[in-house]
């Protein structure tokens, strides 16, 4: 199996040590990114009971950690490049563990905000630092390491709502943060010390090998991209597609619970379908999207938008059931959009800045849509209109990636 993992990228120490590489890359990515994604929505009804804050208070601080998040995004391009990723990355881990043992410290809002706002720096600085790291790795199968990789926060999304809802109803969602650190201390940090090498950091041949597999960017790319529509119809469509996703996932949790009356471990198992479900859609939205580029993307906002609708109709166990099955895939199709969307419109030489600053706007749009859910149901008393809005606004994003199926698509040369 070692040998046909090591064909993605090249035979002998090279491939050993990329695969080495991608193993310590996914463990950090479980730690460090997927545990605290996964772990808060669950925690979120437990924060608001003991607490006594709103619930749109609560949501607000996951919009500070969108924000922080998102100029963290915009930044960490810079940064691997003067600093190289494996220091980034190891930085970026002990500010997100610290982050998770500050929360047992949390007893003002204002100190949520903050410990969120280092929450959000670590995670959504992690998540691009990391494509950027297996890019560097994987010359020949880039697509595939870093598709590995994220099946991280998938498996992050099985395991930790059951485990996190058993650890708040004996110790509370302070300790639990805390507990819920130890896999960084223990297991990310030291695998990416020892496991993980920076790429450049290799002999010549290894060098060589990046160099001729890095297509350069032509001086004044983002400029030009700038001035095409196409390019803001991609940046407003996945603005509103990051509001969609974290508006329902921060929420779906604490909605099942109390809302739904369905109980916290119900409600943790109906999470974890959803999360099976979204390893699903990695595959079926993925090939989906290779095959039918901008209409196929279109057709999983539709998708996305008719599933949050049937969410205001949920009154069974059963209806529960086939909501997480509609709704779960098509959350994957929301992380794989941006890089479909930018290779097949812009192609390969806008590629590293167009996923950059589309990136960050997604999670702008991850920042407003806590908020704006929580504060709706704050002011309505339930989520119903609030996720009546998301749906049209799932709809409104579809039509906008529709209208770009006449552009013509990037196609590579063949050999």
Known sequence: ?????????????????????????????????????????????????DTGWSRGAVASGVSVRFATGALAAFFIGAIVD???????????????????????????????????????VSQLGLAPALKIYLSKWFNKNQGLAIGTALTALSVAG?????????LNARYGWRMTAMVMSLPVWIAALPGFLFLAKDAEAGDANNRAVLEASTEREPSGVLARL?????????????????????????????YFDKDLHFGAQTAATAFTLLMLMSNFGKFFYGWLFDRYSTKGIAFCWFVAAAGIVYATQIHSLTSLWIFAVIYGPCQAGMLLNMAILCKHLFGPQALAKSISVISGVYYLGGAVGPGFAGYMFDVMGSYHLAFLIVAAVAA???IMVLSLSGVRRYAPRMA
């Not at 460090?32 to 924060?47: D, R």
């Open 396 to 398: 409104a994003a579809g």
């Open 82 to 120: 003067r600093f190289n990723t494996k220091p980034a990355v190891i930085a970026l881990s002990v500010l997100g563990g610290s982050s998770l043992v500050l929360f047992n410290f949390v007893h003002s809002l204002t100190a949520f905000y903050v410990v969120n706002a280092m929450l959000g």
């Open 1 to 49: 199996m070692a040998a046909g993992l090591a064909s993605w990228n090249e035979a002998g120490p090279r491939g050993r040590e990329g695969l080495k590489s991608l193993l310590a890359s996914w463990v950090v990515l479980f730690a460090v990114v997927g545990i605290p994604a996964i772990m808060l929505p669950v925690l979120f009804a437990g924060i608001v009971g």
């Open 158 to 166: 099985v395991v930790v709502p059951l485990l996190v809802t058993a």
């Open 226 to 254: 700038m001035q095409s529509p196409i390019f803001w119809t991609v940046l407003l469509s996945n603005f509103l597609i990051g509001m969609i996703d974290h508006a329902m996932s921060e929420h779906l949790v604490i």
